[in-house]
């Protein structure tokens, strides 16, 4: 299939739009979102050049996003380089399970995989999430008593042991040596991705309509948040 120049043209120009920006946003970027949309041989020019990238393209209604996938170090972030942003100086594999452990706690927190929306909550008070997190690894770490975390697919135990090794500052310490300081790196971490509203002086967590759409669209179709809930504990793991 032969394309034209211009089609040419206006995928690379779609493609390091998005290479540039992440996103296009119909209502900004009206011309290359319309060329998307309205253009299948566009489309296919675009997704192959970020299949090349190790990348995807997806359109979640009025927004067209780049994608890396989790190989991708180029475009996303590989683990020794979210240790760093994310964990304590010196952290250990243990600091960055558990950063990751926090990010699922706060997706299980604001949707909920139902009704129309997957989302549940407007908004969660930084207080609130923490609770959540001592008490899901809490709860992990006593269940895994009688399970091995080999059988679980998640070693609560060594979550919780680091956790609980994090010192806690009612003063609001910044440092992430602190449970309140790893928490406050990690949400500012989500909110220059464009994840969530970190609204630091109320202590408050809002969503952005990115993350709303990666969730209703992508992310948290059923079977994805059933298996969320059970690495968290909320259920049981069932084989079918």
């Known amino acids: 299939m032969a394309y034209e ?3 040419i043209r206006t995928g690379q120009e779609i493609f390091y739009y998005l290479l540039e920006h992440h996103e296009i946003r119909e209502e900004t970027e ?3 979102y319309q060329a998307y949309a309205e253009n299948e041989r566009i489309q ?5 050049q970020a299949e090349i990238a190790c990348s995807s393209i997806e359109r979640y209604g009025d927004v067209i996003y780049l994608i890396p996938k989790e190989e991708n170090y180029f475009l996303g972030f590989s683990k020794a380089q979210l240790k760093a942003l994310l964990c304590k100086s ?7 399970f558990l950063s990751q452990f926090v990010i699922l706690t706060l997706l299980v927190e604001f949707y909920d995989s139902q009704g129309r929306s997957s989302k549940a909550r407007e908004f969660l008070r930084v207080g609130d999430l923490q609770n959540s997190i001592g008490t899901y690894l809490k709860t ?12 679980r697919g998640m070693a609560f135990t060594d979550m919780y042991e680091a956790y609980e090794a994090l010192r806690s500052d009612e003063k609001g310490s910044k440092a992430k040596t602190t449970k309140e300081g790893f928490l406050h ?10 994840l969530i509203e970190y609204v630091e002086e109320d202590e408050m967590i809002q969503t952005t309509k990115k993350l709303d759409n990666f969730m209703d669209w992508n992310l948290l179709n ?6 969320v809930r059970q690495v ?4 049981k793991e069932v084989n079918v």
């Open 140 to 151: 992990g770490a006593e269940n895994s008593r009688e399970e091995t975390d080999t059988e």
């Open 30 to 32: 009206n011309r290359l």
């Open 44 to 48: 296919n020019l675009v997704k192959s």
């Open 222 to 227: 059923q079977n994805h948040y059933l298996r």
């Open 90 to 96: 010196g952290g250990t594999d243990k600091d960055y």
């Open 5 to 7: 120049m211009e089609e």
């Open 185 to 194: 790196h990690l949400l500012k971490f989500l909110e220059k991705q464009g």
């Open 232 to 235: 968290l504990g909320l259920e």
